[in-house]
């Protein structure tokens, strides 16, 4: 796997402005749950306020979260307009419907279909109940990659995971070949809203698997944001982690106009 040059660039160059004192829409990253700008069953599906919004801002990453972003009808055109302004979007779904809505999606060097993995999902398959849905993100991730789509998986860490057990899931992402891997705990805070140390510990061991130091510094990046969302953009904006200081050997602007 080979860490984007340009995903590098706009991150290092918002960190910068913001250093220089230049407006909080400098963030690196911007997290956006899909419910704040697509509405089910609502006169007003479309939020375009919420859509002007993000595009006007000056965060070059956009993560895309919350509930199932493929079961919102239009998410597809909120994204080409996110990535057509300069955005790099990171698009989190848990796979189940992305070989049936693939065709709704551009292949830009601006997108990163993100799936998440779970683990559990081969035991629970293996027990013969309803269907895998690690196997159904796989098809999907497979008809991205034939449509020439950059693919992430999001593997989360639980409390309870086993290592052996996460390190055959991200051996079974690299096997999709896939562009990237992000690492985060699933579980990041305790009762007294501090991370738990037990699965930081374990959630650090796992970032090892990657294979790669860009893409495991970019997963303590992106931790504070896809954990807690919208409230934890700021304190991700002050974590210690540079990109530009990791080794150059996975660094390639590969897939990168």
Known sequence: MRFPLRLTADINVARLAKKLGFPRGARPIQFLDVAEILHLD??????????????????????????????????????????????????????ALLRRRIHEFQPVSRLFLTVRFEPG????????????????????????????FLICVHARVHAESELGEMARLIQFALSLDVDGIVVTPADGRSSSANPDAALQRKTAEVRKLIGSKWWESFSRLIEPIVNGGRHAEQSAEGTPVRLDQETHADEEGVKVA
């Open 121 to 148: 999902a081969q035991r629970r398959a293996s027990k013969g109940t309803q269907a895998d849905g690690l196997e159904l993100a796989a098809e999907g991730i497979r008809a991205a990659r034939l449509s020439g």
């Open 42 to 95: 609502s006169s007003h599906p479309v939020s375009h306020a919420k859509i002007r919004e993000v595009i006007s801002s000056r965060s070059p990453v956009v993560w895309i979260g919350g509930s199932e972003p493929l079961r919102h009808p239009g998410v597809s055109h909120s994204v080409r307009a996110m990535t057509q302004t300069g955005h790099i979007v990171f698009f989190e779904t848990d796979g």
